[in-house]
């Protein structure tokens, strides 16, 4: 079993890129979540999608960013236009069940230059 | 939404030492708190967790408590050690639906010293 997988570890983009984060959940799991940790600061909360589904998005900015979690495939966080704001820690996270047995990856770090 | 408030922000024990961390969470709804270990560099890791319908959960050196009316929850680790040393995240959910996030505290850093 080879846990949460997330690619690339370390990402760097220039301001007005694009930024593609995968993940791919824990086999069985099919409850994806998606978490921003800025320097020394708290895991805060972005998306939760289910398999072609997003069910709550409550915490995703409202410009730039988008998810999903295809049919077939990785779940996807893309950012477009980034900003150096953006650069920060991006977990994924999966479970079998709703809201518990939370499993998360490595991370995505993200820096914008 | 739900809120959680984590303290203290550092903690620095000595090794063979007891190490407590608190949260305080408001949404009374919340009936399921975790605790996550994160290292350097790497992604949080679950080390315990518990449900509202009890009161103390203990495995080995690490036991966690849940007092629901005072909507507190304590994370006890006894005889530290030096790979004790991290970040600590509590969290709280109520994993109904689409209430399902967790919300995190701002974390503890451990610091067990020899």
């Known amino acids: 079993n080879a846990g949460v997988m997330q690619n690339p570890r370390h990402l760097v983009r220039r301001r007005g890129q694009e930024a593609r984060l995968r993940c791919s959940p824990m086999?069985?799991?099919?409850?994806v979540y998606w978490y921003r940790q800025l320097p020394e600061e708290g895991l805060k909360f972005m998306v939760y999608?289910?398999?072609?589904?997003?069910?709550?998005e409550s915490g995703m900015p409202k410009e730039r960013f988008s998810a999903e979690f295809p049919k077939e495939g990785p779940s996807i966080l893309r950012i477009q236009q980034v900003v150096r704001g953006d650069s920060a820690a991006y977990f994924c996270?999966?479970?079998?069940?709703?809201?518990?047995?939370?499993?998360f990856g490595s991370g995505t770090r993200l820096t914008v230059v | 939404g739900e809120n959680v408030e984590q303290h203290p922000s550092t903690l620095s024990v000595q090794e063979g030492d007891s190490a407590v961390i608190k949260c305080t969470y408001s949404?009374?709804?919340?009936?399921?708190f975790p605790w996550y270990k994160q290292e350097l560099g790497k992604g949080p890791q679950l080390i315990i967790d518990?449900?509202?319908?009890?009161g103390e959960k203990k495995d080995q050196r690490i036991a966690v408590t849940l007092n629901k009316t005072a909507k507190h929850f304590s994370l006890h680790i006894t005889e530290t050690q030096p790979e004790d040393s991290a970040v600590y995240f509590c969290?709280?959910?109520?994993?109904?639906?689409?209430?399902?996030?967790?919300?995190f505290g701002t974390g503890t850093r451990l610091q067990v010293t020899l």
């Open positions: 999608l289910q398999k072609e589904n997003i069910i709550d």
């Open positions: 086999k069985g799991h099919s409850h």
């Open positions: 996270a999966s479970s079998p069940q709703v809201g518990r047995g939370y499993t």
């Open positions: 949404d009374s709804a919340s009936n399921y």
């Open positions: 969290a709280a959910s109520n994993p109904t639906g689409t209430a399902s996030k967790l919300t």
């Open positions: 518990i449900r509202s319908n009890v």
